[in-house]
């Protein structure tokens, strides 16, 4: 199984700076897609930015120049630097990764998976 934690959310003004972490722990084998999402009251998840393989990373329309998404892969981390916070922004946010686990007893296998998220609020 893969854990990940997330850790960096609060309370921002508009304007300001967050950044996120995503620490993941586990048998992980190998990664195809990391990614970050967020979920607003009454609205559905969606995808803010992700790193695949390549290690290009991909971002949503509404963040794109505001937020940056790295990766440390030795760790393995993710990161979301996000800047220029407005309200819109405020969400529950999430660490998703998707890949492949390796025990001894289960061989391989591959999941999605996903944190427990972090608040993000974003005041005018």
């Known amino acids: 199984q893969v854990q990940l934690v997330e850790s960096g959310g609060g309370l921002v003004q508009a304007g300001g700076s967050l950044r996120l972490s995503c620490a993941a722990s586990?048998?992980?084998?190998?990664?195809?897609?990391q990614g970050w999402y967020r979920q607003a009251p009454g609205k559905q998840r969606e995808l803010v930015a992700s790193?695949?393989?390549?290690?290009?990373?991909n971002y949503a329309d509404s963040v794109k120049g505001r937020f940056t998404m790295s990766r440390d892969t030795a760790k393995p981390m993710t990161y979301l630097q996000m800047s220029s916070l407005k309200p819109e922004d405020t969400a529950v946010y999430y660490c998703?990764?998707?890949?492949?686990?390796?025990?001894?007893?289960?061989?391989?296998?591959?999941?999605?998976?996903w944190g427990q998220g972090t608040q993000v609020t974003v005041s005018s």
């Open positions: 586990g048998n992980i084998f190998s990664i195809n897609v």
């Open positions: 998703n990764l998707r890949g492949t686990t390796y025990s001894g007893i289960s061989g391989y296998s591959a999941g999605d998976y």
């Open positions: 790193i695949s393989t390549g290690g290009l990373a």
